[in-house]
């Protein structure tokens, strides 16, 4: 799923390509797409984009007469910009033609989870808005109050969008071993300094990712968004070197998320118990990275 720094950078290019054009076509080849009937879609013809903004991990444009278009791209929703006269892909669920080119929606696989909202009005852009603390202008004691609202592991709050914005699974892992902190840590037991050292990890890693995004794209419209990048120290490494210690990545897995950590790095050398592999080997299962085959 497309998170904050993928976001962003979505947002700044379509900043560059769409603000003072015109809408003047839409298509929506897929009955699931559009979520809202009223305002009608057709509404939105005509109008000139004022604004884009992200809403957490949501991509909000902003028309004439205070109509918003809000797309959620959820896991496999992507964007793509195409000059004016060149054909559109099948494969796109949405294309939206302004006077400078045309944006397609696509989403891989068969379940349609991507949506898109037509509402007009600040009031009912902000029932789009889950509420989480923007963390990039957030202070530390900001952070640490809203990391302690509720009672959860370390992964579940920086990736519940109520209390933390544009955070998923592919950056979570990041920040966590950033601030080499365990991802099964609760709130509650996180002291002053850990949680300190989890907000400094947590912008660096955001303002980090955003510029190699920004480079990566090149001016270009990014085409090459997703969770699993080479540069990456943990996410999507499991068994890759650890870019700290050389230690084997570990993983937990739970049904269609998993977490990467380093357990020299962020548990004491302990492994955290994958769910199905633990249970398959029972009382073998190895208690630290240590006691781990690592050819297994």
């Known amino acids: 799923m497309p998170e904050l720094p993928d976001v962003t950078v979505y947002v700044e290019a379509l900043e560059r390509r769409i603000v ?57 929703g992507r964007l793509h910009w195409l ?12 294309r939206l033609e302004f006077g400078s080119g045309t944006l397609t929606l696509t989403e891989a696989g068969t ?24 963390i990039l202008s957030s202070s530390a004691a900001e952070f640490a109050r809203q990391l302690r609202r509720e009672n959860h592991t370390l992964k579940r709050a920086l990736t519940d969008p109520r209390l933390f914005s544009g955070v998923g699974n592919a ?8 601030a080499r902190l365990s991802p099964l840590l609760l709130t509650s037991r996180i002291d002053d300094e850990q949680a300190r050292r989890l907000h400094s990890a947590a912008r660096e890693q955001m303002q980090l990712w955003i510029e190699r995004l920004r480079q990566s794209a090149g001016g270009e419209f990014p085409e090459k968004v997703t969770a699993f990048r080479p540069a990456m120290a943990v996410h999507g490494r499991f068994r890759l070197p650890c870019p700290v210690c050389g230690t084997p990545v570990q993983r937990i ?15 004491g050398g302990r492994l955290l118990a994958d769910r199905s592999l633990s249970r398959l080997l029972k009382e073998d299962w190895p208690q630290s990275v240590d006691g781990f085959d690592r050819e297994a």
């Not at 809408?23 to 809202?36: D, G, N, Q, V, Y």
């Not at 205070?66 to 496999?76: E, S």
């Not at 950056?171 to 950033?178: N, V």
């Not at 897995?253 to 548990?267: F, K, P, V």
């Open 253 to 267: 897995r739970y049904a269609d998320n998993e977490t990467n950590y380093c357990a020299r790095c962020q548990t």
């Open 20 to 76: 003072g054009e015109r809408l003047e076509r839409f298509e929506i080849r897929s009955p699931f797409l559009l979520r809202t009937v009223e305002p009608a879609i057709e509404a939105a013809l005509g109008r000139r984009v004022l604004a884009v903004r992200r809403i957490g991990k949501r991509i909000a444009v902003g028309l004439e007469g205070g109509l918003w278009l809000v797309l959620h791209l959820m896991i496999a």
């Open 171 to 178: 950056y979570s892992d990041e920040i966590l071993h950033a």
């Open 83 to 94: 000059p004016r006269g060149v054909p559109v892909k099948r494969t796109a669920l949405a």
């Open 111 to 134: 379940k349609r989870r991507a949506s898109l909202h037509l509402v007009q009005g600040e009031q009912a852009l902000a029932q789009h808005d889950p509420g989480g603390l923007e």
